[in-house]
């Protein structure tokens, strides 16, 4: 061989072409990761679009109109912090923020509690047939529209024909003025937002027991736990994920969810007795004109309802379980 020609040792080759190939290919695998980003994104772009142009656009949209004057007819107006600083003022907003807490009160029982007991109950249940017929009873209100549940509910608490006063009547009881009685209309309300919504949390209680390991349980009967022992030791800890979303969602359901049963059955009376906050946007916005007001009710809503959430997270330890 010449001197001016250089022969490269087999290893040093061989390096060098395997570090070619691994480039080429870790290009490879960048570009195909750009198309499948690319890919990935433009399947989620209608769910986007549709959540910006129904969730978040009507909340910025809010957050503009809360500082302005409107009332759908007149040119709109700026009035800065005006709407924020007279809703505190307003009597009708005042018990729509303790009526919603009341709600969230007195419903979490009928979305919490009750579901919960009665999943167990139906789960001890040995006929799979008699099982599913007690599920399907309570899942049933559930996937009926809730205005037409408030207006067969609006003829059983009727003064004059309803059910539950012909009842009480053939025990000589006198008629109760279900949805006009300050002491009783709140609590008809509560009964029947109870009775739409049982029947789904139900479900979810079950579908997270059924999960849990039967091996779990086998051995807190081996070690000796009795059957209370066994759901609060075992299934309750295993079930946490489940309860606490429940109880996040029920909230949220006792404080917007109420909104149809209390605007076919009582219109938020009387004198403002059964009212919440979704409620009195709607009256301020649709019977007022007063869209500025409405729009800072709106918003104040929204934040009230995240601040809760996040607290529930924190506290509650979120969907999952906490690692230490």
């Known amino acids: 061989m010449g001197s001016g ?6 290893p040093f080759l061989t390096q060098y072409i395997l ?4 480039m080429v290919t870790t290009l490879n695998r960048a570009r195909k990761r750009r198309q499948h980003n690319a890919g990935f994104w433009l399947y989620l772009l209608p769910a986007i679009v549709f959540f910006v142009a129904f969730k978040y656009w009507p909340f910025i949209y809010s957050t503009i109109l809360s500082f302005a004057k409107w009332n759908f007819v007149s040119d709109i107006s700026w009035v800065g912090f005006k709407n924020y600083a007279s809703m505190f003022n307003k009597t009708m907003f005042i018990r729509g923020v303790t009526n919603t807490l009341k709600y ?15 999943s167990v109950l139906l789960l001890n249940v040995r006929s799979k047939k008699l099982q599913s017929i007690y599920k399907s ?18 003829w059983m608490y009727s003064t004059t024909y309803g059910l539950f006063n012909n009842i009480l009547g053939k025990f000589g009881i006198s008629n109760v003025s279900w949805l006009t009685d300050k002491k009783v209309a709140f609590w008809s309300i509560i009964l029947v937002c109870g009775w739409k919504y049982l029947g789904q949390n139900l479900i979810l209680f079950m579908a997270g027991m059924l999960n849990i390991s039967q091996d779990c349980i086998e051995a807190a009967g081996i070690d000796g736990a009795n059957g209370w022992q066994t759901f609060w030791r075992i299934k309750m800890p295993l ?16 404080a917007d969810r109420s909104f149809t049963a209390i605007n076919i059955l009582t219109a938020g009376g009387p004198n403002y007795t059964t009212t919440n906050l979704a409620y009195v946007i709607y009256e301020f916005a649709f019977k007022n004109y007063n869209i500025g007001i409405a729009s800072s009710i709106a918003v104040f809503t929204s934040l009230f309802f995240l601040v809760i959430t996040v607290i529930m997270m924190k506290t509650l330890g979120g ?4 690692e230490e």
């Open 5 to 10: 020609n250089m022969i490269l040792p087999l």
């Open 19 to 22: 570090k070619d190939v691994e």
């Open 104 to 118: 969230i009160v007195f419903q979490l029982p009928g979305f919490v509690i009750f579901p919960l007991l009665f």
């Open 137 to 154: 009873l309570f899942f049933i209100p559930t996937i009926l529209a809730l205005s037409i549940c408030c207006y067969v509910w609006l």
């Open 239 to 254: 079930l946490w994920p489940t309860t606490v979303y429940v109880l996040i969602t029920s909230v949220i359901f006792a």
């Open 319 to 322: 969907f999952g379980y906490n």
